[in-house]
Structure formats: structure tokens, C-alpha cells
């Protein structure tokens, strides 16, 4: 099995767990052409702790962390396996950074993506945690640690949403038209990612007011730094969805490798 790409993804509203729309359909036709995985690492704006976790259980429940959406979002479950294997090498790689936890489930920020890429569920899944109290560069350098997975035929996914902010979003308009300052912030991720300036991206917080409203807290924008982090000196860099929902939620999404 080859090296795998590695993936951001903007994950947005619980909603595109069921709806047929330009994201959810370029989300199916990565998982239709992307090699096939032996097992997939998703990187979670949604799993917060102290210290760093990787779920390690055999059978993942299926957790339902969002409130007060319509019924047949609750009706929906991901039935994937978890691999206790591949939990314990990543603790081994990244020499005991990361501990195991056998009792979490996959959160949305995995399953809402994944029911999408791979509806079958028959590819084992586990899901990473984000430190909240270590800055930026610490989830960089946690990234970079985690490469030998992607040449172990395993495929990273970074779940979250580079412009995220529930205070300005417009929740009875999704096609609302994004606020000039999602727009910069997001194009200036863009433009760093494309000139492999990594080191801008994690001092997001000193490029001023457009970083503050696109980033009032940063649990989904630190997933997109793992994936930068993960890129290789040979892999070419891909938008696959690029876009807003709600005025201040950026769904842009990349591939690396």
C-alpha cells in the first residue's frame, strides 16, 4: 500500500451530513479517487483535552456532539472499526506525546466528513485530539511527527474550518455571502500555504483584525496547521472545495501528496 496524501477538510455545519450540495459532493469524489487506505487518522477541532489523545478502542461509538438539529441527523451512524494497533504506534512515534484513550468515540468532525468519503464505514478510523493549552507551533511539530503514517498507508485528515465564527454567522441563510474579512483571512491562509510559509500560519494571531473575527478561538484552526505540517517537500498542494457557508464559515479544503 503507498504513501498516502494528507487532507484538510472544512467541515461546517452538522447539516452537510445530509445534504447534496457542491462541498458534500467534492467530499465523495475524493473518497472515489484517493488510493484506499489501510486506516484513517482524523485530526478533530471537536475533541478538546489536556495532553494529546488518540481513541485506541476496537469498535468507536458514534457521537452525536451537536444540539437542536432536525431529527434525522440523530438517525444517521458511522458503524467503522477502530484499530488498537495503530493507536499504539502513533504513541510510539511521537514518544509518548500522545496516550491512548479506548473509551471515545468518532465526533462529527470525523463521521460527518467520512459518511461522505467512505459511506461503507469499512475502513478502520481513529481520531486525534487537540492540547488546547499548547500553542500553535506545538500542534505544528506534533504534525511533522506523525509522517511515518502516511507512509504506512494511513490517510490524515485535518477536521475543522480555517475562518470559524459562530458569533457573526448567519444561521437561517447558509448561501449568505461571506464577510469581506472571512474573505482576506482566508485567501492570506491560502496564499501561506501555497509558499509553504508555515511559520506565518501559526502566528496567525499577529496579522491583526481579520484574524480576529476569522479565528476567535482557534480549536478549528489548528487542525489545518497538522496538515501543513504533514506536507512533503515533493507534494503539490490541491484546493478541492473552496468556499463560505453561513457569511463566516470558510469550507475551504486542501489536499497534500
Request: contains cysteine; aromatic residues 12%.
Amino acid at each position: 500500500m503507498g504513501k498516502q496524501p494528507v487532507l484538510f477538510v472544512g467541515h461546517g455545519s452538522p447539516m452537510n451530513i445530509v445534504w447534496d450540495n457542491g462541498y458534500t459532493r467534492a467530499l465523495r469524489h475524493m473518497g472515489e479517487t484517493l488510493p484506499r487506505p489501510k486506516a484513517i487518522l482524523v485530526v478533530s477541532a471537536h475533541w478538546l483535552t489536556d495532553s494529546t489523545y488518540v481513541t485506541s478502542g476496537e469498535r468507536p461509538q458514534t457521537i452525536y456532539d451537536f444540539y437542536g438539529f432536525p431529527p434525522e441527523l440523530y438517525q444517521q451512524s458511522y458503524p467503522c472499526s477502530g484499530s488498537p494497533e495503530l493507536a499504539g504506534f502513533i504513541q510510539r512515534i511521537t514518544g509518548g506525546a500522545v496516550q491512548c484513550d479506548d473509551e471515545r468515540g468518532i465526533d462529527h468532525a470525523a463521521w460527518a466528513v467520512l459518511t461522505h468519503m467512505y459511506p461503507k464505514a469499512d475502513i478502520p478510523v481513529l481520531e486525534l485530539s487537540l492540547d488546547y493549552g499548547k500553542p500553535p507551533n506545538y500542534h505544528y511539530q506534533l504534525g511533522q511527527q506523525l509522517a511515518p503514517l502516511r507512509d504506512d498507508g494511513i490517510l490524515i485528515i485535518g477536521s475543522g474550518n480555517i475562518v470559524h465564527n459562530l458569533r457573526q454567522i448567519d444561521f437561517a441563510n447558509t448561501d449568505r455571502p461571506p464577510y469581506d474579512w472571512a474573505v482576506k483571512f482566508d485567501a492570506w491562509v491560502r496564499e501561506n500555504l501555497e509558499q509553504r510559509k508555515h511559520q506565518q500560519l501559526c502566528d496567525y494571531d499577529t496579522v491583526g483584525k481579520t484574524a480576529e473575527l476569522s479565528v476567535p478561538t482557534n480549536e478549528h484552526y489548528l487542525p489545518m496547521l497538522y496538515a501543513a505540517a504533514l506536507r512533503g517537500q515533493n507534494d503539490e498542494l490541491s484546493f478541492f472545495y473552496e468556499g463560505f457557508q453561513n457569511g463566516s464559515i470558510s469550507m475551504r479544503c486542501f489536499q497534500a501528496g
